[in-house]
């Protein structure tokens, strides 16, 4: 009773080993329609053994400890699961869908990277030609590409053959021709791509008298258009700025000082 609900002589009467044991495989297998009162057709069985009725109920109890305990919260937590599987594949959604936007950004960006570098660089290298042959009167000096193929990831090499001389790498030149090559390319790019101002540190530190003077040739040239910011020790370079700030140390205090020059054209007038 506190089991099955059921007296004894009735579970006896109904489930007795005078009843023939139900044959499920065969019931299976031969699948009869119900009669004509709408009762399902009696099932065909087998008399009772209890020997063999012993080792199908051991077989059972092996195959329901397998089966392990029953988890009545399993359908909660599979709908709670079910429920995070759906934000999981909803959030992989949105990264994919982002990932293909920034693809499609990194190319877009590639793309005017390769204008606008293409650009510049065709720019730079026609006037690095120009400033080199008058730096270095009789010389030829041109910008190579490392891997014209892919311009995103190709170096720029500097050929330089100043006059008189066979090589044409600058680790084969002297101190002061690779420093006035490095100023080319320096002068190539502002007159490639002007800018307001320049600032520049000792450029023309290495340069003797005679190259000196075509590269402030130069700056004279540059500064019709731009203001020019230069850092120097050189004294024909301070001659010929409009302005000179310089730091000295009066009584212990640092000073700046500063004096505009005049030029030709103003002391006339």
Request: aromatic content about 4%.
């Amino acid at each position: 009773m506190s089991e099955l609900g059921l007296e004894l002589e009735p579970l006896v009467e109904e489930y007795g080993p005078h009843m023939p044991v139900p044959d499920l495989q065969a019931d299976e297998q031969d699948e009869q329609p119900e009669d004509e009162d709408g009762q399902p057709p009696a099932r065909a069985g087998r008399p009772y053994a209890r020997a063999e009725q012993e080792k199908r109920l051991a077989r059972a109890s092996r195959d329901l400890a397998r089966l392990g305990k029953v988890n009545p919260l399993a359908l909660e937590e599979h709908a709670a699961l079910e429920q995070r599987h759906q934000f999981l594949a909803e959030q992989l959604a949105d990264l994919t869908r982002s990932r293909s936007d920034l693809l499609r950004i990194v190319e877009e960006i590639d793309a005017r990277v390769l204008e606008v570098f293409t650009s510049a660089w065709q720019d730079t290298a026609r006037e690095f030609e120009l400033v080199f042959d008058r730096l270095f009167p009789g010389g030829q000096g041109r910008l190579v590409l490392t891997d014209p193929s892919d311009m995103l990831t190709t170096g720029i090499e500097i050929e330089a053959r100043p006059a008189g001389k066979k090589v044409t790498r600058l680790s084969l030149l002297s101190g002061g021709e690779r420093s006035l090559a490095a100023v080319a390319l320096l002068i190539a790019i502002f007159k490639a791509r002007p800018s307001p101002f320049y600032v520049m540190d000792e450029v023309e530190a290495a340069l003797d008298d005679t190259n000196l003077g075509r590269l402030l040739e130069i700056f004279t040239e540059l500064r019709r258009d731009s203001q020019l910011i230069i850092i120097t020790h050189q004294k024909r370079t301070m001659e010929v700025a409009d302005a000179l700030y310089g730091i000295t140390m009066r009584e212990g205090v640092t000073q700046v000082v500063s004096q505009r020059l005049a030029r030709p054209e103003d002391t006339r007038s």
